[in-house]
């Protein structure tokens, strides 16, 4: 829908299915929609009002979205709400990948329950300043699925925006599922009148990803959601030179493993080799990548994440990115994102005053 409550396809002086002359107007007769609008609850939906009350204590609310599966959406997302808490913002998260719900492991909350009490449902908590609410904590099984059709997925993401205390609030993160559909409408429609900030796009480089993220900007354009940015993810592999595997293969096909041997080469005779970092690409960015998407779909870029070993462990360990040392290659690339992101937010200022 581009006007909110008139449908693509409808005739012509349409009067919006939340008119009370749907269905029933003169400009009605032969649409595809006539029945369906007659018949549908008229008038303003009644869990949108709870919803802005609800949200009134949020001050900014991104949405991380992405085109396909399996491109990191979830990773940026957890990463970025490590960064965010860590410069002492009140800071959400909101899992609403009702089928795919990983960001409690990617938090270390994996097993963690909601809780309720008179203010409505109580975020799982990883710092005092980092809440996260998802399905994964309502699961009785890790392993179980959910088969779930749209109208009961939109309503538990009414349920999440209109129930749980988040209480103040500098930024609200909303993990969705990768696509265009269900969650994506419902979650638009319930955020726009309480102040979206917008949308984070999240994509690997290869065209195949690119076609996708394509039709999530066209989304965004269609639906009035501003893009804040792009994010190529999985740029390249990268990872310390001594953190590789050596292998020598013989004539006869046999791997022999030669780790030790080059490493300790390595240091005797160019030590200095252990300090670097070495790259190669994983996926075909000949097509220009989502830079060149960028430039043609007049949004910004906000830059390329490696893909890195150590940061694909610490989201397997639940834990941020940027606190051991150990993410040597892809910390530095997405402090830089977040850095443009508070810039263009208008969230630096900020920052400033809580260190202060």
Known sequence: MENGDVPENANEHCPGTLSESAGKADSCQGCPNQQACATAPKGPDPDLVAIAERMATVKHKILVLSGKGGVGKSTISAQLSFALAALDFQVGLLDIDICGPSIPKMLGL??????????????????????????????????????WRGPRKNGLIKQFLKDVYWGELDVLVVDAPPGTSDEHISIVQCLQATGLDGAIIVTT???????????????????????????ENMSGLAQPLSDFRFTKI?????????TEWVLQYMRDKAPE????????????????????????????????????????????????????????????????????????QGLSQMAMENRA
């Open 273 to 344: 080799l252990l300090n670097l970092i070495a790259s190669s690409e994983v996926f075909d960015s000949s097509g220009g990548g989502a830079a060149k998407m960028c430039r043609e779909m007049g949004v910004p870029f906000l830059g390329k994440v490696p893909l890195d070993p150590q940061l694909c462990r610490a989201a397997e360990e639940g834990r941020s990115c940027f606190v051991d040392g150990q993410c040597t290659a892809s910390a530095p690339a997405l402090r830089s994102i977040i850095e443009k992101l508070l810039q263009n």
């Open 110 to 147: 994996e097993g963690q329950e909601i809780h309720q009490s008179n203010l409505g449902w109580s975020p799982v908590y990883v710092e005092s300043n980092l809440g996260v609410m998802s399905i994964g904590f309502m699961l009785p099984n890790p392993d179980e699925a959910v088969i």
């Open 205 to 231: 480089p290869q065209q195949v990803s690119l076609i996708d993220v394509r039709k999530e900007v066209s989304f965004c354009k269609k639906v009035g959601v501003p893009v804040l940015g792009v994010v």
């Open 250 to 258: 013989t004539e006869a096909g046999e791997q022999n493993d030669v």
